[in-house]
Structures are given as C-alpha cells and as structure tokens.
C-alpha cells in the first residue's frame, strides 16, 4: 500500500525574525539617566496603572513606539529607583552599567545553562565565576557551586544538603520517616533571614525546628548560646543538622562569630552554612575581610550577586565545600537527560547541585561585571559604602537629638530621633519615627523600609547603591532633623 504525498506547507505569511528595529541602546538609556531627578519611589492606584494596559488578550501586534510608551508609562513610571543615592531601604542592589549589556546577551545568546552538553560556553562561564567566588571564600580546592535566583533559594538548596546529608541518603528516596522519630532541627541567630524558616517548611521539617540563639549587644548570634542549645539538643529526640550563620543579618547588618561557631560545628559534627547573602561582597573590601574570618570553615556558603554585588536582579552564588552532599539530593535522571553524577567536565550538570533544572545564562551579566571593573574596584566601591555608613553613624553620635540603636557594621545601621528630654516617652517617640520614615518616602529623595527592632521602629540605613556620596548621608541627617522638629 502506498502512501499520498503530502501536498507542500506553504511558508506562513507573518514570520518572526531578526533584527528588531529599535535603538536598544537609547530605550536603557532613557531608564537609567532619570534616576537623580525623579522620587526614589513612584506609587499609584493600582486600577489608575492598569488603565495603561490592554486588559483582553492583544491578538493582533502594535506598533513598537507603542508597546514601549505603555511600558515607559507603567514600570518605567511606577517604581523604585534601587540606583537612587537615597534608597537605603531593604536590601536591593542598584544594577551596574554593564547590566543592560549583559542581560541584553544573555538574552540574545539564550542559553539554558542545565549544564555542559547543551551551554558548553555558558557552562564554562559559569563555572568560572564559581571558582573566582571559591577563592573570594578561601575555600579548598574541589568545591563546586552553581548560580540560584536568589538568597532563599540558595539557603533552601544548602539546607537540603545539610539535612540529607545528615539524616542519610535513604531519606531521599524514602522521606524522613526513614530517620525514625528523632526530630531534624536548624540553629540560626534569632535575626537570622526569614528564608531559612520558609526552607523549614519546604524541607517538611516546620518553620518549628529552626531553634532561635540569642545574639549579643551588636546583634551576633551568641555562641554560648549556640553551644548550651547544641548540648541540651543531645539530652531530647533532636537532630541537629545545621548551624547558619548571618554574614551579615538584614536588620543591623551584624557578621556572626563565624570562628566561633564553626569551632562548635567541628566539635558537634554538625553543617555549617554561612548566609552572605547581604553581606558577602564584603570579601572584596581589605577594610572588612577580617570580620569573616573563619568562612573558609563552612560547609555551604550563599552570596548574592543582586545584592551588594551591586548586579541587576536576579543571582545568588551557592557554594558547597562537598558538592557530592549536594549530588546526593539533587542528582536525578530521566528518559531523556541521563548523566553520570561524576561525568567528566563535558557532562556537567547544574541541576545535579540545585533544585532548578532549566536556569537562563545568569553567570554572564556577573562574568562581564567582574571582567571589566574588576574585584578590586568592586571592592573599593564596597567599602566606600562601609565608610558612608560609619560615617553616618558618627553623626548620628555627635547629635543629642539621634540616638544610634544599631551601630554601623558593613554597610547598615540603625538610629532614632530620640530628643533627650523625650527618651522616656517610648510611645511618642515611636509614632515619630514612623511619622519621620514616611516624610522620607514622601519627600521623594530618601527611602528607608520599615524595620523594628525589640518590637520599636527604627530608621535604618542600608547604603549599598554605587551612587551614595558622603553627602547623603549629611542631607539625611538634615532631612530627619528638620523633620522631628517640625513634627514635634
Ligand atoms: C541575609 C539574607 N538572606 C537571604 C535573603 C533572601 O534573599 P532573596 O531575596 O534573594 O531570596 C535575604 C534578603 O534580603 C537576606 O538579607
């Protein structure tokens, strides 16, 4: 029996296809050049926003000046200015120059960096700013790592490889009922980041067992406390499997006695993972390496690059000091990608180290960065920022009406307008605070997210923008004067 030829396909009418005719370069610039004029932040009614947008499906195309004056008029109109010198709020880098370019390639190369066969440059690349981030930490030779989408994800991927690696592999096919009924538990400063109880909850351990450990005066976990907690959790049915420490915490910025606790990791047997999401580009800075003396130690250790890295969104280093723990839970196969967990470099896998399996090329925005500015200047840019800070916590000291809460540690502190005669009035000052905060955003030329510490409001500073002079600092101190007083 013989079959019908099929009749030609015609080529379709309409075909996508290169290159688009826009001025890629002005649209970036007409983005990033408004940032001094314009307020930090630009809110609205949601349903004002919306008007801007088609709401039903656009099924035919429109012009492209179209399309880009509907977004100029709603995400390049409504939002924050992260780049702005006066956003000191959360902590949220402010994109370099080289960003653009870079995600403009990443985008064009279109790589899913799954691993070597399919990206062998990509995976190269990547691997590459692994290692460079290898002997910013002073790990050993042998680590291995891979890029996540951010801080929560690196901390849930390092968790994994800490309990698994702990409770035995038999877990991974069989659950953690495999373990019996002792009951996994993480350590971690009460200030520690919120992701690592969103983990627990993952993981399937409850936000729970993530013991909380008392911090000192400056905000660092309490190693005693670490120490009397580990002993205790030997007397109940506890397993502990982790110990994070901040390097440094969201709120104040404080670096946890990392020697101290990996010496009780050491003795204890347990997974130290060191969360520098915030605080690891000070690694790059003479000035405040010292204060991470004994990351070399961990375990795990995850930085993120859109941070303080000062990288456009979005990155996160994760590095593991035994990559095979990290195997032991994420290697896996299927009918159609089936690699050895120990492949040569050619069959790299970096869904084998983390839970994503298709990631786009984030190394090259960072490879790029790093390439043309270099580390040391990244540095310098890092601890200027450590020096902005300092140096507002000096005027803060110096002026009867502030009083600093937080001392300046990386590049965060937190302070009050606290007039002397009011101090005891802990109610009225509160309200101020909140009152001065908001005269801050609505000013247009400062913002500071809203943080309590001991359940009071704060004023906190994050300075990690490459835009932030010296100046500013000067000018809020100012604005938070005349604004308490007038307030007052
Ligand atoms: C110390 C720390 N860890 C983890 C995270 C979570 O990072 P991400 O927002 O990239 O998930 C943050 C976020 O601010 C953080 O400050």
């Given at each position: 029996m013989t079959h019908a030829v099929p009749p030609p396909l015609p080529a379709p009418t309409e075909i996508i296809q290169f290159p688009l005719d826009v001025d890629i370069n002005a649209v970036v610039n007409d983005i990033v050049h408004d940032w001094a004029e314009s307020p930090v932040l630009q809110t609205g009614n949601a349903d004002e926003i919306q008007a801007n947008l088609p709401k039903n499906l656009p099924r035919g195309g429109a012009p492209m000046s179209r399309v880009l004056a509907e977004i100029k008029s709603v995400a390049g109109a409504y939002r924050r200015r992260n780049a702005h010198p006066g956003f000191f709020g959360y902590v949220a880098s402010p994109g370099l120059p080289t960003d653009p370019l870079g995600h403009a390639m990443t985008a064009a190369l279109?790589?899913?960096?799954?691993?070597?066969?399919?990206?062998p440059g990509a995976a190269v690349t990547e691997r590459t700013l692994i290692e460079w981030f290898r002997q910013l930490c002073d790990f050993p030779v042998g680590t291995d790592g891979v890029l996540l989408s951010g801080g929560s994800l690196a901390n849930l991927a390092a968790l994994a490889a800490a309990l698994y690696d702990t409770v035995g592999e038999a877990a991974v096919r069989d659950g953690l009922v495999a373990e019996g009924h002792r009951v996994p538990i993480i350590l971690a400063a009460e200030s520690v980041h919120f992701s690592v109880q969103r983990a627990a909850t993952v993981l399937g351990i409850?936000?729970?067992?993530v013991r909380s450990i008392a911090v000192d005066d400056k905000f660092r976990m309490d190693s005693n406390a670490l120490e009397q907690t580990l002993t205790a959790a030997q007397d109940r049915d506890e397993l502990p499997f982790c110990v994070v420490a901040s390097a440094g915490a969201t709120t104040t910025g404080a670096v946890d006695p990392i020697e101290a606790i990996a010496d009780l990791c050491t003795r204890f047997g347990i997974w130290l993972h060191v969360d520098?999401?915030?605080?690891?580009?000070?690694?790059?800075?003479t000035g405040l390496r010292?204060?991470?003396?004994?990351?070399?130690?961990?375990?795990s250790v995850s930085m993120d690059l859109h941070k303080w890295f000062y990288l456009a969104f979005d990155g996160s280093v994760l590095l593991y000091r035994n990559p095979d723990a990290a195997r032991r839970v994420f290697f896996s196969q299927s009918d159609y990608v089936q690699f050895d967990q120990h492949g040569p470099a050619e069959e790299h896998m970096f869904f084998h180290l983390g839970p994503e399996l298709s990631r786009r090329f984030r190394a090259l925005p960072a490879y790029l960065a790093f390439r043309y500015y270099g580390a040391d200047r990244l540095g310098h840019q890092v601890q200027y920022n450590a020096d902005c800070v300092h140096y507002l916590a000096a005027l803060i000291e110096a002026e009867p009406d502030l009083e600093l809460v937080s001392p300046a540690v990386l590049s965060i502190c937190c302070f009050r307008f606290a007039p002397v005669s009011m101090r005891a009035d802990t109610a009225s000052i509160d309200t101020l605070n909140r009152r001065i905060r908001n005269a801050l955003q609505e000013s247009g030329e400062f913002f500071l997210s809203p943080t309590d510490i001991h359940n009071r409001p704060v004023l906190r500073v994050c300075a990690i923008s490459h835009t932030t002079q010296a100046r500013h600092m000067e000018q809020l101190i100012e604005f938070v004067l005349a604004s308490g007083r007038e307030l007052l």
């Open positions: 279109n790589q899913n960096v799954v691993g070597y066969p399919g990206s409850g936000q729970n067992q520098a999401a915030y605080g690891g580009a000070g690694l790059l800075a010292p204060l991470f003396a004994g990351i070399e130690r961990a375990d």
